[in-house]
């Protein structure tokens, strides 16, 4: 696994952290909770370092990311490096594939989403260049398990006008996306994984829909803590389907809120900053 790899699957989680000279630096160490960036982590050698407590002298990596996230996490097995006991499931496996800012038609398409480098490699976005693949030739996006964090596939998005516009590995329909910290955020229900990245980006958890409908929605929203604020947030086109999935969810939880773009607009339209106020608006 890859610093960046490790990052994106760590972000997931709602844990804030970066890559810095080929390893991933934790803002809060998770055995003194030092927040000064002091946690180290080295996938490529399997070791941990906190430099504010000492931790991680005598353990390796992968153990204690098995032990703090559980299946919160995937660690892919490697000819080098520490070994995981996890299976690679089938629909997981990698791919050969180069960062997006490699392929220049692919980083003009995400410049135009306002999608930097920085964030792209963060959420884990690739080309595939795999002959024969099902994405290949397809921007590619890791998606994770709402709940537990956990890899379940990915999804490839055309950027040069293929036919059709998504293709998938996914093998279930199930809530996907992007968690924060605290349980009191608001999570947004959005369409699209671009549209979670949006409102994950502006601070938000973010429950990516992929289309309109969802049979896991209402069971969803039973799940999801009470003190949770609920926002629907759809394209500015699908006002009826926002209302119909906030029926659906009024039948589980007492309170949800639709968040209605301008038509032709949706979430990934948005700077972090704008989408911030504008969902924080809607729950006021």
């Known amino acids: 696994m ?3 790899e490790l990052q994106a699957q760590l972000t997931l989680t709602g844990i804030v952290c970066e890559v810095r000279r080929g390893e991933v630096y934790v ?16 996938p490529a050698h399997g070791r941990f370092n906190c430099w504010a407590c000492n931790a991680g002298k005598d353990e390796r990596l992968d153990h204690v990311l098995q032990e703090r996230l559980g ?25 050969n594939h180069l960062s997006a800012d490699k392929v ?15 964030v792209a490699k963060q959420y884990g976005l690739v080309v595939c260049t795999e002959p024969n693949h099902r994405l290949a030739h397809r921007l590619v996006l890791p998606v994770s398990d709402f709940w537990t964090g956990q890899l379940v596939g990915h999804l490839g998005r055309t950027f040069t006008n293929q036919y ?29 994984f671009f549209d979670g990245i949006a409102v994950h980006r502006a601070g938000y958890h973010a ?15 039973a799940r999801l803590p009470a003190e949770t604020p609920l926002v629907v947030m759809l394209d500015g086109e699908a006002t009826d389907e926002a209302y119909r999935l906030s029926w659906s969810l ?11 773009l301008p038509k032709g607009r949706d979430p990934a339209d948005f700077a972090p900053l704008v989408l911030n106020r504008f969902i924080s608006k809607t729950l006021a």
């Open 71 to 95: 299946g919160a996490i995937y660690l892919p097995t490697s000819r080098r490096g520490p070994q995981s006991n996890t299976a690679t499931p089938q629909h997981v496996i990698a791919f």
């Open 2 to 4: 890859t610093p960046e």
């Open 104 to 118: 220049p038609i692919a980083a003009r398409f995400l410049s135009r989403r306002g999608i930097a480098t920085h």
């Open 27 to 42: 803002e809060t160490c998770w055995f003194c909770a030092n927040t000064r960036w002091n946690l180290q982590l080295d």
């Open 164 to 192: 059709p516009k998504y293709l998938s590995t996914l093998q279930t329909r199930i809530a996907a996306g992007y968690r924060v910290r605290s349980w009191r955020t608001a999570c947004v229900l959005v369409e699209g």
């Open 250 to 260: 009024q039948m589980v939880r007492s309170s949800v809120h639709i968040a209605c």
């Open 207 to 221: 429950a990516v829909l992929s289309g309109t409908t969802a049979p896991w929605v209402p069971e969803f929203g």
